[in-house]
């Protein structure tokens, strides 16, 4: 079955600092996979996607690229905000079209 | 509407009592799914339906748990006697089909927080 793994949080960073959210994953066919986000009370948010292999997914300064050859979509940003502090999942949908989430990295950004 | 709209945003209920949950999607989107948030972050897959009909039941509890979207209304997600274990936020996502289906993203609501004491 399709499964998402995605790197255990929390993060905290500081303001400007790099971010890097790393996401693996296991399906049997040709998935989209997604980045969304989740602000504190909040539902989900699309932040990106990526619907085939090389395509990269780019939104507010977050970036990920669908890597086939090694079933990863990391998501990076360059310099970080406090409005960043939020909880990132990674996500894929295959034929069936239901989304298998990641487990979700919670970010926390400090002033 | 533009956006996926669920009712209410807070749902308490005492053990074994029934809950009703609303999600209108948004308009002109075919599919709809229901996700339980449980533990964390864990989400877990109930429910989806294209139109009105169930398109993939899966990650339903059969015994308690029973959804619909019936034309010009809401969906809805019913909980017969209830559990401790139902406490969770239930999200509502829809989205759109065109082509060779799965690449289109869902659009999720706010959710529905449920407790059930």
């Known amino acids: 079955g399709n499964s998402v793994t995605q790197m255990e949080g929390p993060v905290t960073l500081s303001e400007e600092a790099f971010l890097t959210i790393n996401c693996t994953y296991t399906?049997?066919?040709?998935?989209?996979l997604f980045w969304y986000v989740q602000y504190p009370g909040e539902g989900l948010q699309l932040l990106l996607k990526?619907?085939?292999?090389?395509d990269k997914g780019s939104n507010k300064g977050f970036e990920a690229t669908y890597r086939k050859e090694t079933t990863s979509f990391h998501l990076e940003k360059g310099s970080v905000q406090v409005s960043d502090s939020a909880v990132y999942f990674c996500?894929?949908?295959?034929?069936?079209?239901?989304?298998?989430f990641g487990a979700g990295t919670t970010v926390t950004v400090r002033a | 509407g533009e956006e996926v709209a669920q009712t209410p945003k807070h749902l308490v209920r005492g053990e074994g009592q029934k809950a009703k949950l609303y999600c209108a999607p948004i308009?002109?989107?075919?599919?709809v799914f229901w996700y339980q948030q449980v533990l964390k972050n864990e989400f877990k897959f109930l429910i989806s339906?294209?139109?009105?009909?169930?398109?993939?039941e899966t990650g339903m509890p059969k015994e308690r748990f029973s959804a619909k979207c019936l034309p010009n209304s809401p969906c809805s997600l019913e909980i017969q006697a209830t559990k401790l274990e139902d406490s969770a936020v239930y999200f509502c996502?829809?989205?759109?089909?065109?082509?060779?289906?799965?690449?289109?993203?869902?659009?999720f609501g706010d959710g529905t927080r449920l407790s059930i004491l």
């Open positions: 996502a829809s989205s759109q089909i065109t082509g060779g289906g799965g690449n289109q993203p869902q659009h």
């Open positions: 399906a049997t066919g040709y998935p989209s």
């Open positions: 990526a619907t085939k292999a090389d």
């Open positions: 996500a894929l949908k295959d034929g069936d079209y239901k989304l298998s």
């Open positions: 308009k002109g989107h075919s599919y």
């Open positions: 339906f294209q139109n009105e009909n169930v398109f993939d």
